[in-house]
């Protein structure tokens, strides 16, 4: 009977403990919840967001939304971000513009000021022209530039971004004199350029594709090998210029373990989910999944090579 008894208080004890812990156990999405992206609606960075949204909003009942926070070279995103409450319901989707940018302008918020939650992507950088350009490489657009200095342009998004600091480098390299001329949003310079507003952009293939696939673009070079598209990348005409652009999301300053736990098993999911796996493979985005101690290191990786980069900028 003793052996009995003990056995039942080892059974509830056991059970007690387990409920404990299922309880503690976060779920997320648990409430209306804010992706914050710093440039417009129709930018690559907003509608990879959006793709992933539609995957989240297949797990629960509330409503989840993408806000566009434009303006300041980023920083009314990011400040809108860190003075959020940290219990899941803000989220900052973000590239290396959260590290380039505060390096570059007189910004008080940057990528310390945030928790990471996961890597997801490397997206690939090209230079593009429109149509009825008549540089048909990137080795004739530098040429020509090299003769015309400060005469062509070059544009590609929020000033102060990652792909200005590359493009910096490589005009540098190449001795040539661009003059870049910022938007708020990537796809706006894709716009910019093909009317003829602008020689040239810099930007992610994905604000690019349609307009390629339409036959609207022509890229000329790529910083990160794309496959299946024949296209020469900046190292192999022969320059050091480079730009490794992550995407990821990441939460304010003091959110729960557990709720950046919950949040990463939600986008590790997302990245096997078939139909978001169709958008970022349509879109040539490289998956580099990392979870939040990895994607921090990344990104201190790489704000000393973005000061490394900008100290040799004019």
Not at 6 to 21: D, H, N, R, V, Y
Not at 269 to 283: G, H
Not at 297 to 303: G, I, S, V
Request: net charge neutral.
């Amino acid at each position: 009977m003793k052996k009995f008894a003990a056995l039942s208080i080892l059974a509830i004890a056991l059970s007690a403990s387990m409920g404990f812990g299922m309880s503690e156990a976060a779920a997320w999405p648990s409430a209306r919840t804010t992706f914050v992206w710093h440039s417009t609606a129709g930018s690559s960075g907003d509608i990879m967001l959006r793709a992933l949204v539609k995957f989240i909003e297949t797990k629960t009942s509330f409503p989840i939304i993408v806000e566009n926070v434009t303006g300041a070279s980023g920083a009314n995103a990011w400040s809108r971000a860190a003075r959020s409450k940290p219990d899941g319901t803000t989220l900052l989707g973000v590239t290396p513009t959260l590290i380039a940018s505060p390096l570059q302008n007189n910004i008080p918020v940057n990528y310390t000021n945030f928790d990471p939650v996961a890597r997801l992507f490397i997206d690939p950088v090209c230079i593009y022209v429109g149509r009825d350009s008549p540089y048909k490489t990137l080795g004739e657009f530098l040429e020509d530039a090299k003769k015309r200095p400060g005469e062509l342009t070059l544009t590609g998004g929020t000033a102060g971004n990652v792909e200005f600091v590359a493009a910096r480098g490589l005009l540098r390299e190449a001795g040539v004199d661009v003059p870049i001329v910022p938007f708020e949003g990537g796809s706006e310079g894709v716009v910019a350029v093909i009317g003829g507003h602008v020689t040239t952009g810099i930007g992610e293939y994905s604000e690019m594709a349609s307009s390629v696939k339409g036959g609207k673009v022509r890229i000329l070079a790529v910083f990160n090998k794309i496959s299946n598209l024949d296209i020469p990348t900046v190292e192999e005409l022969g320059y050091k210029a480079k730009v490794e652009k992550f995407r990821g999301i990441v939460v304010p300053k003091g959110t729960p373990q557990d709720i950046k736990n919950a949040i990463s098993d939600v986008l590790k999911e997302a990245m096997e989910n078939p139909d978001f796996k169709t958008y970022y493979t349509n879109n040539h985005m490289i998956p580099a999944f990392a979870d939040g101690d990895e994607f921090y290191k990344a990104m201190e990786k790489q704000n000393e090579e973005i000061k490394v980069s900008l100290a040799g900028n004019p």
